[in-house]
């Protein structure tokens, strides 16, 4: 059961958890459900099933399916591009860590906390 | 909607014989060795963000946010440790590792408001806490394996409360044998010998003190190695207490070096100051100089110490994973002591000149140091590998142990 052509899809290692090998399949998303087609393997697992990888510069993209099977590839820039095609957008916090302004803002926060703390701390252990 | 399940794949082939179910486990055949290198592709300047950011908000909501940082740095880790091409992954969920991390921040401080109530109390609840610290020790290591996995397979750490305990169990009553006969010994030496008897009875509990310290060191290195367990294979441990305290004698030669070599340079400067500076109104000048000079000989043996502490750091890493393995998958640890020193040391050097700021480039760079010293051997095609029944219900245990150990000690 191929889903329609226009459907991006992605070919990615999918292992089912019951042994290491790795089964080459595609995988698109559909009516709010992750298909993965393979040579004599087809699935489709609700969407809030997948535990979805951050995107990130480095690193392998594996995606955790709640039957114990996971979904692997090495192509972090196809995934991305895939995942946004199909709307799999970041959440606020990928994308603050993806952001060198939000970065630099947090740091200066996290300083401003800890100037603040030991003033403050200072202030109170005098005057107590 | 349900998942639905069409799944026409076979199992591996030739591998039928290894799906082990409700009985033990078949033992593929040994094949030619493939040698794999692990590989570290993280980057420290990406990490600083992921860190920074997380940091922020761990501190923001007063550490509850902490399991989530937490399972996000190791997803970072462990999607990027590669072996054979293939990365490891992290299964944790933050909402179960907040469950223990929070119920082993409140043991904490139900012990810290119990001794700030009563010392008694206090101390008893102290001794509890440390009573159970192996069990949730190893409650960890089984939950933090359960939850990682390469090529799909989850590892696993196998062992129950026994091999929990056997470890502390030896070098606890040797330590308070060592104590009380300390204690028993010293007064009777004292009364027959004088002085020359209290250091008899010193060096004694001292040299006791000295062979423990190798055997505790190996007993723990050995439960955790030999409790891991990858797939049906479980794993050897080869290294012994010799091992071990050969190691721990090697350690104590380089520290000795060390901090005579660190003695003598400070002697040496302090000569050369002396000789500089021959006039002085002090009325002592040697020894007002050697008051001067006391603080900066201190800090130069304390430096010293750095290195032997990098050379066991070293050693220990490549004892501990050179000994590890099964007939099918064994581990070389090949870590180089000048390669981690001139790393530590620069570590440390840029840590204190950004005021820790530094700190995520340097975590990347010991990893990648550490993790890329060790070579896979495997005799098994990774193809033929299968779940084991029992991992299959462990990798379904709950991520509560690991984190009550995350809340006992702040990270695992």
Same mark, same amino acid.
């Given at each position: 059961m191929i889903g329609p052509p226009n459907r991006p899809r992605l070919p990615m290692d999918y292992f089912d958890g019951r042994s290491a090998r790795a089964h080459p399949v595609l995988i698109w998303i559909e009516q709010g459900m992750l298909k993965l087609a393979g040579q004599g393997l087809w699935r489709q697992i609700p969407l809030h099933q997948v535990q979805w990888p951050e995107r990130t510069r480095h690193g392998a993209r594996l995606a955790h399916l709640s039957n114990g099977g996971s979904l692997h590839t090495h192509d972090s820039a196809a995934w991305d591009d895939w995942a946004r095609q199909h709307g799999l957008n970041d959440s606020l916090i990928t994308q603050a860590q993806q952001s060198w302004r939000w970065s630099l803002m947090a740091t200066l926060l996290l300083l401003s906390i800890c100037a603040a703390s030991y003033l403050w701390g200072h202030a109170l252990g005098f005057s107590g | 909607m349900s998942a639905s399940v069409s799944s026409g794949a076979s199992p591996p082939s030739g591998s039928s014989a290894f799906i082990s179910h409700n009985h033990a486990p078949h033992h593929p055949p040994a094949q030619s060795v493939q040698r794999f290198r692990v590989r570290f592709t993280g980057s420290g300047s990406e990490y600083l963000r992921i860190w920074i950011v997380n940091l922020l908000l761990t501190v923001l909501t007063a550490g509850l946010y902490h399991p989530w940082a937490r399972a996000r740095q190791l997803r970072y880790f462990c999607s990027n440790t590669l072996v054979a091409s293939h990365a490891l992954g992290f299964h944790g969920e933050p909402r179960k590792m907040a469950r223990g991390w929070w119920l082993g921040t409140a043991l904490l401080l139900t012990c810290a408001a119990l001794a700030w109530w009563s010392r008694p109390a206090g101390m008893v609840a102290g001794l509890l806490l440390l009573a159970l610290? #192996? !069990? %949730? =020790?190893? +409650?960890?290591?089984? /939950?933090?394996? +359960? =939850? &990682? /996995?390469?090529?799909?397979?989850? %590892? !696993? %750490? !196998?062992?129950g409360p026994k091999e929990a305990y056997l470890p502390w169990a030896a070098p606890f009553l040797i330590l308070a044998c060592l104590l009380m006969l300390g204690r028993v010994l010293l007064p009777a030496l004292l009364e027959s010998a004088g002085p020359l008897g209290a250091v008899l009875s010193g060096s004694l509990t001292g040299l006791g003190l000295a062979a423990l310290l190798p055997y505790v060191h190996w007993q723990v290195t050995r439960h955790r190695h030999l409790g891991l367990a990858y797939a049906q294979l479980p794993t050897e441990f080869r290294a012994t207490y010799r091992d071990a305290a050969r190691l721990f004698l090697n350690t104590t030669g380089v520290a000795v070096v060390s901090a005579a070599l660190a003695m003598a340079f400070g002697g040496l400067v302090f000569m050369l100051g002396l000789w500089a500076r021959p006039d &002085?109104?002090? #009325? &002592? #000048?040697?020894?007002? /100089?050697a008051r001067q000079a006391l603080p900066v000989w201190l800090g130069l043996l304390g430096l010293a110490q750095v290195v032997p502490l990098v050379y066991f750091r070293a050693h220990a890493q490549n004892l501990a994973w050179t000994h590890t393995g099964n007939r099918w998958i064994r581990f070389k640890s090949e870590l180089g002591f000048m390669p981690l020193l001139k790393l530590s040391l620069k570590n440390w050097a840029l840590m204190a000149l950004t005021l820790g700021l530094y700190w995520p480039f340097a975590r990347v760079a010991m990893t990648r140091l550490r993790l890329q010293a060790v070579c896979v051997h495997m005799r098994i095609s990774p193809d033929l590998l299968v779940i084991q029944a029992q991992n299959a219900h462990q990798a379904g245990a709950s991520a509560m142990a690991t984190s009550v150990r995350l809340g006992l000690r702040g990270s695992t």
């Open positions: - | 610290w #192996p !069990a %949730f =020790h190893q +409650a960890g290591l089984q /939950s933090r394996l +359960a =939850h &990682t /996995s390469w090529r799909g397979l989850r %590892f !696993a %750490f !196998a062992g &002085t109104i002090h #009325p &002592t #000048p040697h020894l007002e /100089s």
